[in-house]
């Protein structure tokens, strides 16, 4: 490695490491250049692990938002590797999106606004969302009869407060002051306090429909908020390969009944 190096700065002219006492160290030449070059080598190595990939099983890497990953497209992914046999599917929870054009993932499932430039997306759906909680912990806490109840209630956040303070202006509750209550990481940690008895979530028509059809979480405050989409994205030049074809349109035959879903496919411009 170390005679790599020496021609390395022998071409380019520059000192990139030095020597000493504490052992060795970029230079600030090296450590500029090794940024640079840093995200084209993750490129390649990634490329390199697909490349290993197609040649033994197709992987199909989807990246997720993690309260849908949990509550929705585990529980029932089964169903499209069943129709599609020899296909191994990897599943990555994460509240970032992916770099796709580098090769971080095929695909990306996100709940929100935005398309990252250089994607292709579909609208899957743009929920219902509204508050719920379990019937043992609404039975002992005081009746909510206005949507200003909740204000003096135990509100369940996800990682920040941000989403009940969007969601409580939706519905024209004043909320000068940052509503309390316990913070989770995710949607799923969210709902899974909620159905313990922890407080009011927020929840949608995909990641609570199972808690609701059963039982176990009660919607609070009937309301017609739609706040963000859930997208279906990928690299634009990989929008109809086969596998990636095949998953979509299985997120398309799941999702529409369960929510306003517009199909609507957007190209960067």
Request: charged share 20%; proline share 7%.
């Amino acid at each position: 490695i170390s005679k790599h190096i020496r021609k390395l700065e022998q071409d380019v002219g520059t000192q990139l490491m030095t020597t000493g006492p504490t052992g060795t160290q970029l230079t600030a030449a090296g450590a500029e250049y090794f940024q640079r070059i840093s995200e084209a080598l993750g490129v390649i190595a990634t490329a390199t692990q697909r490349l290993r990939e197609r040649s033994t099983c197709p992987t199909l890497h989807v990246a997720c938002s993690p309260g849908f990953a949990v509550r929705w497209l585990v529980p029932r992914i089964s169903h499209f590797l069943e129709s599609s046999p020899g296909l191994e599917i990897a599943v990555r929870p994460t509240n970032r999106a992916p770099r796709l054009r580098a090769g971080e993932a095929d695909v990306d499932l996100r709940y929100t606004p935005h398309c990252a430039t250089g994607d292709r997306q579909l609208e899957l759906g743009t929920p219902r969302v509204f508050p719920v909680a379990s019937p043992a912990w609404l039975a002992r806490h005081p009746p909510l009869t206005r949507l200003e109840d909740l204000l003096r209630a135990t509100l369940v956040h996800e990682e920040t407060h941000a989403h009940w303070q969007i969601w409580l202006r939706a519905v024209g509750v004043d909320v000068s002051d940052i509503p309390h209550g316990p913070r989770y990481w995710n949607a799923a940690l969210a709902l899974d306090a909620a159905r313990m008895g922890h407080g009011i979530a927020l929840a949608n028509d995909y990641i609570a429909q199972d808690e609701l059809a059963n039982g176990q979480l009660v919607e609070v405050f009937a309301t017609e908020v739609r706040l963000y989409p859930y997208l279906f994205m990928t690299n634009a030049e990989r929008w109809s390969e086969p596998i990636i074809t095949a998953f979509r349109d299985w997120l398309v035959a799941q999702m529409v009944p369960h929510g306003r879903q517009t199909l609507t496919y957007t190209s960067p411009t």
